[in-house]
């Protein structure tokens, strides 16, 4: 058989699954001008981590359900900022309907919603209830034991741990990246990008022997440090969340 033939018989394409990680950009408006003026100040702050990153539109913290010309103009919005939507995120009832008028796909939801439930009373029983059955608890599962890595994290490298801490017992290097759905512990310098409380959890911290990072995030809440404060650089730091504000601090030398 030819060359030719053999290329007609092979598959034209591949279709896999990976991890992602998506930035979501949560909305409190759908006014394309505040938000291409907020937007466009995040950007400037940290264009090599915003410019023509790709991003799913959070429409949770709307008070009303947006109609599909207002979600194309936060689209367009959202672009001209200089970031990429790729869909919207997981919500409200409204957002499958508006991803099909946008030809945008559903992505799932980084965090719930901090849109509080409705409150529903529960109906007055007309009948005296049996007393409930004891409920047998399960024993919960004991916590899987941190994901230990022992070397350099070097530039484009990304380590991540699932449902456990990451300990990094050496250097995290500029534009390099350790996540970790627990804590993330570098015991050497973080220079790179240090991500804790991966899937939602704000009780998570990061530390570090020496911080330089580039980026610290938690649960969704992160900083980016185009200069570091001096009283931070170099020392060990920790880094925590306390009502969606992200703290930091120096540890003992």
Same mark, same amino acid.
């Given at each position: 058989m030819s060359r030719a033939a053999e290329l007609?018989?092979?598959a034209a394409l591949e279709i896999r699954f990976g991890p992602l990680d998506l930035a979501q950009?949560? *909305?409190?408006?759908?006014? +394309?001008?505040? *938000?291409?003026d907020e937007l466009t100040g995040r950007v400037a702050t940290a264009p090599r981590f915003f410019e023509r990153t =790709?991003?799913? *539109?959070?429409?949770? /913290? $709307? %008070? =009303?359900? @947006?109609? &599909? +010309?207002e979600m194309r103009a936060v689209v367009d919005a959202v672009r001209r900022a200089g970031m990429l939507p790729v869909g919207l995120v997981q919500g409200p009832a409204c957002v499958e309907t508006l991803a099909r008028s946008l030809? $945008? @796909?559903?992505?799932?939801?980084?965090?719930? &919603? /901090?849109? @509080? &439930?409705p409150v529903v009373q529960a109906p007055v029983p007309a009948i005296p209830v049996a007393p409930a059955s004891v409920a047998v608890v399960p024993e919960p599962e004991p916590?899987?034991? =941190?994901? *230990? %890595?022992?070397? &350099?994290v070097r530039s484009g490298q990304r380590v991540s741990a699932r449902h456990r801490d990451l300990i990094v017992t050496a250097s995290v290097g500029a534009g390099a990246e350790v996540a970790a759905d627990g804590c993330v512990h570098v015991y050497g310098a973080l220079r790179g990008r240090a991500m804790a409380g991966a899937h939602?959890?704000?009780a998570m911290r990061v530390f570090c022997r020496a911080f330089y990072a580039e980026l610290v995030s938690i649960a969704g809440v992160f900083r980016v440090f185009e200069s570091l404060p001096i009283e931070l650089a170099?020392?060990?730091?920790?880094?925590? $969340?306390?009502?969606?504000k992200l703290n930091f601090a120096r540890l003992a030398d």
């Open positions: 007609k018989e092979e950009v949560r *909305i409190h408006t759908t006014d +394309p001008g505040a *938000i291409v =790709a991003v799913g *539109i959070d429409l949770s /913290m $709307l %008070h =009303a359900d @947006p109609q &599909p +010309p030809d $945008l @796909p559903v992505l799932p939801q980084f965090r719930s &919603p /901090m849109r @509080p &439930p916590p899987r034991a =941190a994901l *230990i %890595h022992q070397h &350099p939602g959890d704000t170099g020392h060990p730091v920790q880094a925590w $969340l306390e009502a969606d």
